[in-house]
């Protein structure tokens, strides 16, 4: 399926996986919202993607997903710039044991403000045309990571949110499927950066290295099974799990 005249919103689009994520569905045909925080590199983003296609095709906002007004503010510009908005993928996140607050606030909260705030524009009981959420989590969503127990625990929590929305959007007719993606390790700046990031647990980096040695994707891989999320027909509420070894599908069926 082409995602020609479709409008997709990616947060933390600046670089690593949003940014895959962002020039896959363009090459695909979707006109992309570029969230993030990090303005600098976002906007240097920006320009390479105008070149190859078109500065029509992208609008980039600061956006931090800590925060409801900037939340706001970016769905109302989304709206004004191209009328509508049907896919949004959830990706900005951080690894940081020391300010664990924050990256529950980041990985967690901000999936949860942004969905929230998606639903009076993407729902169908709101006039919306329905669509798709996408959200990253991790295959340290799935099973313990030692090394970084909140970072584990904010995607074991995504992946709750992803499979209890998708259960709400069936009973609420919302018309969104909400599905998840949970990588192995990728090759980003965040990847690089995990050692210097675990706070208490820095004696275990050692485990962190040994799970990577298995094998690293790249950004592109992900993106690629992103694009297969939201162009296949995909069950709502089902978990993409993508690692070295391969890709494969899970349903976790409702409780009530
Ligand atoms: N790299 C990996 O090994 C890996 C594996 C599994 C899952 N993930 C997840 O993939 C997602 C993307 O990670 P990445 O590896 O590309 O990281 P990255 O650090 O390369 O990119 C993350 C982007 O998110 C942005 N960001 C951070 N905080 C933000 C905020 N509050 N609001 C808006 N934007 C914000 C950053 O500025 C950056 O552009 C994250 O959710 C991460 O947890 C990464």
């Given at each position: ?32 919202v ?15 993607l ?21 939340i ?41 403000r ?32 030692a ?46 950066s995990?050692?210097?990031c ?10 962190f ?48």
């Open positions: 399926m082409s995602l020609g005249g479709k409008v997709a919103v990616v947060t933390g689009a600046a670089k690593g996986i949003g940014k895959a994520i962002a020039e896959n569905f363009l090459q695909n045909g979707a006109k992309v570029l969230l993030d925080v990090d303005e600098t590199t976002a906007k240097g983003l920006k320009k390479v105008d070149q190859k296609f078109g500065e029509e095709k992208t609008l980039f906002i600061r956006c931090n997903v800590e925060s409801e007004e900037d706001k503010a970016a769905f109302e510009a989304t709206m004004a710039t191209f009328g509508c908005m049907d896919i949004l993928c959830n990706n900005a996140g951080i690894l940081s044991e020391d300010q664990w607050e924050r990256a529950v606030s980041v990985n967690l909260g901000g999936v949860i942004m969905t929230y705030a998606a639903l009076e524009k993407m729902s169908q009981q709101s006039g919306g045309r329905g669509g798709v959420v996408v959200n990253t989590a991790s295959v340290g969503g799935l099973g313990p990571l090394s970084c127990p909140v970072y584990s625990a904010t995607k074991h929590g995504v992946i709750g949110f992803t499979r209890a929305m998708a259960a709400a959007s069936t009973a609420s007719n919302y018309g969104i499927r909400f599905n998840a993606i949970c990588p192995g390790a990728v090759q980003t700046d965040l990847f690089a995990v050692t210097n675990l706070g208490p647990f820095s004696h275990l980096a050692h485990l290295e040994k799970f990577a040695a298995d094998g690293v994707l790249q950004p592109s891989d992900v993106a690629q099974c992103v694009l297969e999320l939201v162009t296949e027909e995909v069950k709502n509420g089902e978990v993409l799990v993508v690692d070295h070894s391969g890709k494969k599908y899970m349903t976790f069926p409702a409780v009530f």
